[in-house]
């Protein structure tokens, strides 16, 4: 069993490290991997702030902090006042980054419709409970 166990991980790491060789490539955008998660993350999620955001990316907030200075500069996102707490920050994409999420979305849709057919839903179905299993026993 530990022979299989240490089969999967490797494997999850190398698609992992596969996926983020591609994102750019998926997206057709100037922007970095970790830019693109956070556009993508406001997309889904409007009015964020930094520790919200770096609790989803499990990343410090210093690190995360500075990609939304590099999306501020670019006019992609734009911050507000939080009205639940007037000295905070929250952010949340502009015009142009709801462009470039939309971007997004449409090519992420179109690679996975791509993928897709390599597989059967058997094997998803079974992929998937395999890897909530994982997290579940990762997580205590």
Same mark, same amino acid.
């Given at each position: 069993m530990t022979l299989e166990l240490k089969e999967l991980? &490797?494997?999850?790491? @190398?698609?992992?490290?596969?996926?983020q060789t591609l994102s750019s490539s998926i997206y057709d955008t100037q922007a970095n991997p970790l830019q693109t998660e956070i556009i993508n993350y406001l997309g889904e999620n409007e *009015? @964020?702030?930094?520790?919200?955001i770096s609790h989803f990316k499990q990343c410090s907030r210093q690190n995360i902090q500075i990609v939304? *200075? &590099?999306l501020l500069t670019l006019g992609i996102i734009i911050k507000k006042t939080n009205?639940?707490?007037q000295r905070s920050v929250i952010y949340k994409l502009s015009n142009i980054g709801y462009i470039v999420f939309k971007h997004n979305k449409k090519a992420h849709d179109s690679f996975l419709g791509e993928l897709s057919t390599n597989f059967?839903?058997?094997?998803?179905q079974s992929?998937?409970?395999?890897? *909530?299993k994982l997290n579940e026993v990762l997580k205590k």
């Open positions: 991980l &490797e494997s999850l790491e @190398q698609s992992y490290l596969s996926l *009015n @964020q702030t930094v520790p919200q939304i *200075n &590099e009205p639940r707490h059967d839903s058997q094997e998803l992929a998937t409970k395999t890897l *909530n």
